[in-house]
């Protein structure tokens, strides 16, 4: 049965992917409207604006908020609606797009990702967890951030550090150029970890707090973590050769790595992450300068799946 009609915003990214899918957003909005929906479609010149325009229109009663992009617009949308009831609607449109597989959403076929949409409004939302961040830089008057995924604070935030501070080469391939150039000064760093009031000082050039399983477009860091079992699992690669580290990569992309003797995981509800010098990414987004605190808050977001 078809639910009664309902207020949906509708925020596009028009840059996902690079410009690449652009028409994606378009797509949604009519596909929405055909269901006989009141559809409020939102765009912007950069981030920043379509975090005003987003947070301006969900000041009016709202069925629920889609977001249309990858990673960092689902981090756009979880810290708009996480506490507060609005369901977030996900049409995959980026290059990682984790987060919307992670709960089940076709990625690499927005036809079929707009269609999933559809027929999710017509269901009520699932209820899974969602990662509180305190001592983020620049939060200004919000006490904290929030994310769904994965907090990285080794080397994949490295990577997405340096690469933001390249202005050349544009595009995607400044990932590239950045991670080899964190590869060839791999080294460890030391860390400070509180897990639930537990002090643990460790080593580590990979290190991740996660509550989704995958970063990187389907790197598995955590292949047990769930959304919805109240606990964040953290990830640790201790001390390792610089060979050795890009020999774990497919067994990281596999799920494989968990048994290595390398490898160490620790779960629990609140964690507190520091270490020198290291800038926290969280869904691919800038948190700011470790020390973060993370907690866990079971139910704060609900998805349209």
């Given at each position: 049965?078809?639910?009664?009609?309902?207020?949906?915003?509708?925020?596009?990214?028009?840059?996902?992917?690079?410009?690449?899918?652009?028409?994606?957003?378009?797509?949604?909005?009519?596909?929405?409207?055909?269901?006989?929906?009141?559809?409020?479609?939102?765009?912007?010149?950069?981030?920043?604006?379509?975090?005003?325009?987003?947070?301006?229109?969900?000041?009016?009663?709202?069925?629920?908020?889609?977001?249309?992009?990858?990673?960092?617009?689902?981090?756009?949308?979880?810290n708009?609606?996480?506490?507060?009831?609005?369901?977030?609607?996900?049409?995959?449109?980026?290059?990682?797009?984790?987060?919307?597989?992670?709960?089940?959403?076709?990625?690499?076929?927005?036809?079929?990702?707009?269609?999933?949409?559809?027929?999710?409004?017509?269901?009520?939302?699932?209820?899974?967890?969602?990662?509180?961040?305190?001592?983020?830089?620049?939060?200004?008057?919000?006490?904290?951030?929030?994310?769904?995924?994965?907090?990285?604070?080794g080397?994949?935030?490295?990577?997405?550090?340096?690469?933001?501070?390249?202005?050349?080469?544009?595009?995607?391939?400044?990932?590239?150029?950045?991670?080899v150039?964190?590869?060839?000064?791999?080294?460890?760093?030391?860390?400070?970890?509180?897990?639930?009031?537990?002090?643990?000082e460790?080593?580590?050039c990979?290190?991740?707090?996660?509550?989704?399983t995958?970063?990187?477009?389907g790197?598995?860091?955590?292949?047990?973590?769930?959304?919805?079992?109240?606990?964040?699992?953290?990830?640790?690669?201790?001390?390792?050769?610089?060979?050795?580290?890009?020999?774990?990569?497919?067994?990281?992309?596999?799920?494989?790595?968990?048994?290595?003797?390398?490898?160490?995981?620790?779960?629990?509800?609140?964690?507190?992450?520091?270490?020198?010098?290291?800038?926290?990414?969280?869904?691919?987004?800038?948190?700011?300068?470790?020390?973060?605190?993370?907690?866990?808050?079971?139910?704060?977001?609900?998805?349209?799946?």
């Open positions: 049965m078809v639910s009664p009609a309902k207020r949906i915003v509708v925020a596009i990214n028009p840059n996902a992917s690079f410009g690449k899918t652009r028409r994606v957003g378009p797509a949604a909005v009519a596909a929405v409207k055909q269901r006989g929906h009141e559809v409020v479609p939102l765009s912007a010149p950069d981030f920043d604006g379509l975090v005003r325009v987003a947070r301006e229109a969900l000041t009016t009663p709202t069925d629920a908020l889609v977001v249309v992009g990858g990673d960092g617009m689902v981090n756009l949308g979880v708009l609606v996480a506490g507060t009831g609005i369901p977030l609607g996900i049409v995959p449109a980026g290059t990682g797009n984790d987060f919307a597989a992670g709960v089940g959403i076709p990625t690499g076929d927005p036809d079929a990702a707009i269609a999933a949409l559809c027929a999710a409004l017509d269901r009520e939302p699932r209820v899974i967890d969602a990662a509180r961040v305190t001592g983020v830089e620049g939060e200004g008057d919000a006490p904290h951030r929030w994310f769904a995924g994965v907090l990285s604070a080397f994949d935030a490295r990577v997405n550090e340096r690469a933001n501070g390249m202005r050349f080469p544009k595009g995607a391939s400044r990932y590239v150029f950045a991670l150039a964190e590869l060839v000064t791999l080294r460890s760093r030391p860390y400070e970890l509180t897990v639930d009031g537990v002090r643990h460790v080593d580590s990979l290190l991740s707090v996660a509550n989704n995958t970063i990187g477009g790197m598995r860091v955590a292949p047990d973590a769930l959304l919805d079992d109240g606990l964040l699992d953290v990830f640790i690669v201790k001390p390792v050769s610089r060979l050795r580290f890009i020999r774990l990569f497919p067994k990281v992309f596999s799920g494989t790595h968990s048994q290595l003797e390398i490898v160490e995981f620790l779960r629990g509800r609140t964690v507190t992450v520091s270490s020198p010098g290291i800038v926290g990414y969280a869904d691919g987004e800038r948190f700011g300068p470790l020390p973060l605190t993370v907690e866990l808050v079971p139910g704060a977001l609900s998805v349209l799946v």
